[in-house]
């Protein structure tokens, strides 16, 4: 275990549903980030928190809307998805931006979208 | 041009061969080299890390950054099947993002 925790692991919804990916991490970290994942593409980087603060919008669609209430906690709430949305949802932390510090992932999300 | 390349594989070995696994990038500012594992349902881990040029050595993984030729490799002495994952490598400049390639898909047959 890396210290960060993802739920829910899998998930299918439809494409007028709304759902909510919930990240933690335990590391005591001060920044967050949401990528996606999809089979045989580089990781893409969409959201990045930093205190709190979101420090970066990757130019995703509005369709997903992240939430980051505390430093421990990160939240990518999704609405109207597309079948094209379907991937893995890696959540990453990091001692901080910058300089040395590695970032440390979560399980992922399986997402499906019908 | 991508950023970073890295040929997906699969790559498909017997257990006990030595493998070698490579990235090409593009930008020269990047400083910061990384291989992550991945393995299946599960997210990416930190396997090496590297900083500018040179080699770095850890059991039997070995990681090279040769900044002239723009090109990194991770080398995996006496594979094992327990080796069979996804790895990826990552880049940065040292600032908040990292640049990841694809990924390679490695088997280890027993």
Sequence with gaps: ?114 | QKEVEQDPGPLSVPEGAIVSLNCTYSNSAFQYFMWYRQYSRKGPELLMYTYSSGNKEDGRFTAQVDKSSKYISLFIRDSQPSDSATYLCAMSTGGFKTIFGAGTRLFVKA
């Excluded at chain 1, 998930?11 to 089979?39: F, I």
């Excluded at chain 1, 990160?74 to 300089?99: K, V, W």
């Design chain 1, 1 to 114: 275990e890396t210290g960060v925790t993802q739920t829910p692991r899998h998930l299918v919804m439809g494409m007028t549903n709304k759902k909510s990916l919930k990240c933690e991490q335990h590391l005591g970290h001060n920044a967050m980030y949401w990528y996606k994942q999809s089979a045989k593409k580089p990781l893409e980087l969409m959201f990045v928190y930093s205190l709190e603060e979101r420090v970066e919008n990757n130019s995703v669609p509005s369709r997903f809307s992240p939430e980051c209430p505390n430093s421990s906690h990160l939240f990518l709430h999704l609405h109207t998805l597309q079948p094209e949305d379907s991937a893995l949802y890696l959540c990453a932390s990091r001692a901080n931006l910058g300089g040395t510090d590695t970032q440390y992932f979560g399980p992922g999300t399986r997402l499906t979208v019908l």
